[in-house]
Structures are given as C-alpha cells and as structure tokens.
C-alpha cells in the first residue's frame, strides 16, 4: 500500500507570495491534517479535514487555509508569505481521525524556505 | 489543555544496548491515546507504538515497548538492542477526546543517537 505522498518536496518562495502545498493519503484513509514543523515551535497543528470538512482547527491566522477534496486529496494554501512561515509542513493521514487509537501516517514533508 | 514534556534533549546509546526515552503528559481528558514517533534526518515522521488510556498492559511492537504509568501520567519509550538506524529524534505525542480525537500534540523530542 502506498503511503501519504507529498509534493513538492522543497519550495522556494519570496515574501508576499502564496504557495499551494498537496499531500494524497493512504488508500481509503479519510481523514487529513497538517502540521506545521519549526525549530522554534516545535510541531503544530495546522488542520484537519474529514469528508471535504475541515473538522479541527489551530492557532494559525487566516493566511493559512486548506481543502479536501472528494477523494480524501488534500491542498493547504498559505498567502502572503512571511519569512517565519518556512518550515517543514507535514501531511497525515487515517482512517476516520476521531477516535483516540487511529494513528496519523505521516509524508515526508515539504520543505517551505521563504527569502 | 494538553501538554507533552520530553525532558531529554538528546540520548547517547551504544549498539545493542537498551535505551529509555521520557515523556510525561498533562491532560484532563479520561479517554486519549499516546503515541511515539520517529523521525530521521529526511523529515517523515515513522509511527513506533501507540498506548490508550484504557489499556491495561503496556504495549510492545517489536523492539520497542511503552512503560505507561497512568498514576504518574509518564508514558516512556523503551527501545531495546539498539541500532545504528535508531538514531533519529523521537517525538511522544497524544490525542484526547477535549480536542476531538483530530488533534495530535506533540513534546518537544528528543534526538537519540546510537554509536557503533
């Protein structure tokens, strides 16, 4: 079975810019959050959709937004870049998401730097 | 709230020798699952082991088993036989039913590293 698949792997993006990010989840998982990774900040939760739903939501402004799509494909968009957004963005998926013993199955990543 | 505390900013561990890693928890929930993962030096994030808050054994996957005190609310991962490929960060993370089971919470990990 294949895993979560993220693409692109790396970006490179100037301030003020938007990037789109996509991440396909494992075969006949649901559910899809993001996690924004820093050195600062640790790992963070970005969002989490289920069924074209976004479900759960952190702490993030509204520049940072996300979609699902009808088959469980995600696309998490940041506008108006700041040099603070860079960072490793993380993709996972399970089954349904809400239940405490479903684990998240993560991608490799795509590796934002903002210049 | 939630909060994951790994005390350990890095381990040492030679080949074949066990290893403990800490985690200590806070949360209100009654019902939440703890969860360990690795992550090497190319970004993914690899699920080791999975414990819920009901579970009356601790649990093991292989190599690797969770010491979960629920009175002390620890949950720490034991890696026995260490190898060079264990080296990598290792995050202790957990899920509760306050924030609807969709949220994982992350510690701050910790970076083991296994020499020959």
């Known amino acids: 079975k294949a895993g979560v698949t993220q693409t692109p792997r790396y970006l490179i993006k100037t301030r003020g810019q938007q990037v789109t990010l996509s991440c396909s989840p494992i075969?006949?998982?649901?559910?899809v959050s993001w996690y924004q990774q820093t050195p600062g900040q640790g790992l963070q939760f970005l969002f989490e959709?289920?069924?074209?739903?976004?479900?759960n939501k952190g702490n993030f402004p509204g520049r940072f937004s996300g979609r699902q799509f009808s088959n469980s494909r995600s696309e998490m968009n940041v506008s108006t870049l700041e040099l603070g957004d860079s960072a490793l963005y993380l993709c996972?998926?399970?089954?349904?998401?809400?239940?405490?013993?479903?684990?998240?199955?993560f991608g490799n990543g795509t590796r934002l730097t903002v210049t | 709230a939630q909060k994951i505390t790994q005390t350990q900013p890095g381990m040492f561990v030679q080949e074949k020798e066990a290893v403990t890693l800490d985690c200590t928890y806070d949360?209100?929930?009654?019902?939440?699952?703890l969860f360990w993962y690795k992550q090497p030096s190319s970004g993914e994030m690899i699920f080791l082991i999975y414990?819920?808050?009901?579970?009356?054994q601790n649990a093991t996957e292989g190599r690797y088993s969770l010491n979960f005190q629920k009175a002390r609310k620890s949950a720490n991962l034991v890696i026995s036989a260490s190898q060079l490929g264990d080296s990598a960060m290792y995050f202790c993370?957990?899920?509760?039913?306050?924030?609807?089971?969709?949220?994982?919470?992350f510690g701050t990990g910790t970076r083991l590293l296994v020499s020959p």
């Open positions: 996972a998926s399970s089954l349904e998401g809400d239940s405490n013993n479903s684990p998240l199955h």
């Open positions: 075969s006949g998982h649901r559910s």
């Open positions: 959709y289920f069924s074209e739903t976004q479900r």
């Open positions: 949360t209100s929930d009654q019902s939440y699952g």
């Open positions: 414990q819920g808050s009901y579970d009356e």
């Open positions: 993370a957990m899920r509760g039913v306050n924030t609807g089971f969709q949220k994982l919470v």
